[in-house]
Structures are given as structure tokens and as C-alpha cells.
């Protein structure tokens, strides 16, 4: 993929790093030369000067033929004008535009544009690490998805995991049961002293709650 970076900070260059060592190529922008030390020397991609929403700065950095734009300044008004730009001037396929207030996010959504928010994340991120429960995060699957596990009470026991599908947002992957671990079907049922292992949006931890009935 051909994928241009608007933002050299801390999230810009470990995107750009991750992406370059995936055989991508990158072009990242930033306003400030100093930013693109944190590249390092082994940088492979190409690195412009200039404001992100700029049209000449973006012609250079060829968002003509680009197949992604991410646009993760501190600014969230930088990041939308730019992402709004890369959308519907240049038509880049797949556009995503970093958010520090996540009340914009369902705005830019609508406008065809994928938004993350750190501070969203952030939250039920932290809420959920601070409170201990049969509900226990394990790992973060980047910045939006969770791996949790799910200590199976008595009242769940009987249940379908088609039951506890929320497509998108809540996906039970596998079970730990008597000393083993498998992979069920929507159709496996729960048995009481189960661990199970569900991938879950950050953001949508209290609907899995709900549909345990806990």
C-alpha cells in the first residue's frame, strides 16, 4: 500500500515505523522538521514539510495515487480538515482521522470518514483495568479492540454463544474448560467454571455485560 501519515509525534511515527516494516510505503508529513528525529535513521519512507491540509503539500506527498491517508496531528481540527480533504477532493480509499473529543466521532463517521479516539479509548480502558471483577481485561488488540475473559457464573450457565454475538462489536473466540482450551461454534453452549475468551470493542464492554445478564 502507498499510505501518507499527517503528524510526526508519538502515534505518527510509530505508524509510520509500523508500517514500513510491513513493506508498505509511507510518506509522512509534519510541520515541524525536529519531528521526523523520531523516525530514526532506518526510516524508509519519505518525510515532507508542511501543514498536513495544505493541497500543494499533499499533491507533493502524491495523494493522487495513495491507497490511505491518517491524519494524526494533536490538533483535532487539523486532522478533520485534512481527512475531509484526502475524502472528498482526492478521493483516497480509506481515510482515518485521529480525535481527541470523541463527541465528533459519529459527525465524521457520516461523512465517510473512520475516526479513533484516544481519549475514548482511554477511558473505558482505564475503567476496566482499575476494577476487579469476574470481568477482566487481558490484552488491548490495538487502540479499539480488547481480549477479555469472562469467568462463567452459575445464571450463564446453558447459554449459546450465538447469544452472546454482537456482530462487530462483541465476537466470543474460544473457551477454556477442564484443562483445555477450544475454539466453540455460535451454537456451543456455556457450562458453569468456564473461562471464556471474548474479543470486544472498548467501547462496547457494557452491552457485553448486558447480554451476560450480570
Known sequence: MRVIIVGCGRMGAGLALNLTRSQHEVTIIDRDPAAFAALGERFGGQTITGHGFDRDVLLRAGIARVDALAAVTSSDETNVVT???ARQFFRVPRVVAR???PRKAEIYRRLGILTISTTEWGIHRVAELISYSWFEPIVSLGASVDLVDVETL???AGRSLASLTVPGEVHPVAISRGGRCFLPTPETQLQAGDL????V????TERLKALLGV
Open 154 to 156: 452459575p445464571m450463564m
Open 83 to 85: 481527512a475531509r480533504a
Open 201 to 204: 470493542l472498548a467501547t462496547s
Open 99 to 101: 480525535l481527541y473529543d
Open 196 to 199: 471464556l475468551h471474548v474479543a
